[in-house]
């Protein structure tokens, strides 16, 4: 399948509709029932956008994959905001989560962030 929708990727690029092609480089699997292709997308207007398109991908794949009952499920997944760390604590908490031994090495060297 994979294979097949890079290739409807690379054909969609030739026409020159790169928003198509971006939209079609995002996360894609099959799901273990063999007929629907999850999409996973991170923008609400992305899942609009994916409509204006299913027809002719969706003909491409049931072609291709000899499956008529192919299905195309995008699914909107909200991107995970970083959490920056401004105080040294933060920063510590940070690296300590990374690093657990760098707590113990702060409780033995008893510092503190006052």
């Avoid at 699997?29 to 609400?44: C, F, I, S």
């Avoid at 995008?74 to 990374?98: G, H, I, N, W």
């Amino acid at each position: 399948m994979q294979k097949y929708w890079a290739e409807f990727a690379l054909s969609v690029k030739q026409q020159g509709k790169d928003m198509w092609f971006s939209m079609l480089n995002q996360e894609v699997a099959l799901e273990p029932d063999g007929v629907t292709v999850k999409m996973t997308l991170t923008n609400p207007i992305l899942v609009d956008k994916v409509e204006e398109f299913r027809p002719e991908l969706m003909q491409f794949l049931k072609e291709k994959l000899q499956n008529s009952r192919m299905m195309l499920n995008p699914v909107l997944e909200q991107a995970k905001a970083s959490e920056k760390a401004y105080t040294d604590e933060e920063k510590f908490r940070k690296l300590a989560e990374k690093y657990p031994y760098l707590l113990e090495l702060k409780n033995r060297l008893g510092l503190d962030f006052t």
